[in-house]
């Protein structure tokens, strides 16, 4: 099985999945880290050089890669992922993968992203914690009828690390 964890920017995908991997004996793959190690570029430069088309078309070849060679996998994918081509419906609709939707509040991605935008190149330039407010609240309000048609959708905020991964196990086995 391979388990694609899905959610916004600092939705916490990474962190989590790395544990959930660790808790199943599964592998883990960081859908950016495999993207860097192939291109030999980091995302940032990926954007600035070669343009987010260029980005979201590699996205897509690389997670269709993993969706059909891994087993016993989680899978952490970008922010974007699930919001371009038909990423969202391969993940729906390949066999054995399942979906599990990591749901932050606005205020708590705010909180995480303010901190840690300059890797981020969609956030980096943007300067005031209002700003970028105003943006998540508008790119998520687009992104999550993408996010939403997960399998799982497990709400993280006030939850411990270990409260979550129980909850997921517990809904997916
Ligand atoms: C993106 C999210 C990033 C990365 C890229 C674009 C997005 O991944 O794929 O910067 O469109 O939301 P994280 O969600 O792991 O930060």
Not at 61 to 71: A, R
């Amino acid at each position: 099985m391979v388990v694609v964890l899905i959610g916004y920017m600092a939705s916490g995908k990474s962190t989590l999945g790395k544990k959930l991997a660790k808790k199943l004996n599964f592998n883990f793959i960081d859908l950016d880290d495999f993207i860097e190690r192939e291109e030999k570029l980091s995302v940032s430069e990926i954007f600035k050089i070669k343009g987010e088309i260029y980005f979201r078309k590699q996205e897509t070849i690389y997670l269709n890669q993993i969706l059909q060679t891994k087993t016993n996998t989680i899978l952490s994918v970008g922010g974007g992922t699930p919001c371009f081509g038909n990423n969202m419906e391969r993940i729906l609709n390949t066999n054995n993968v399942m979906s599990v939707y990591l749901k932050a509040s606005l205020n708590k991605l705010v909180k995480k992203l303010f901190k840690k935008k300059s890797k981020r190149p969609l956030i980096a330039h943007i300067e005031t914690e209002e700003a970028l407010t105003e943006f998540i609240g508008k790119h998520l309000f687009e992104r999550v009828q993408f996010y939403n048609q997960s399998t799982i959708q497990i709400t993280t905020d006030n939850k411990t690390k270990k409260q979550i991964i129980k909850e997921i196990t517990t809904k997916l086995f």
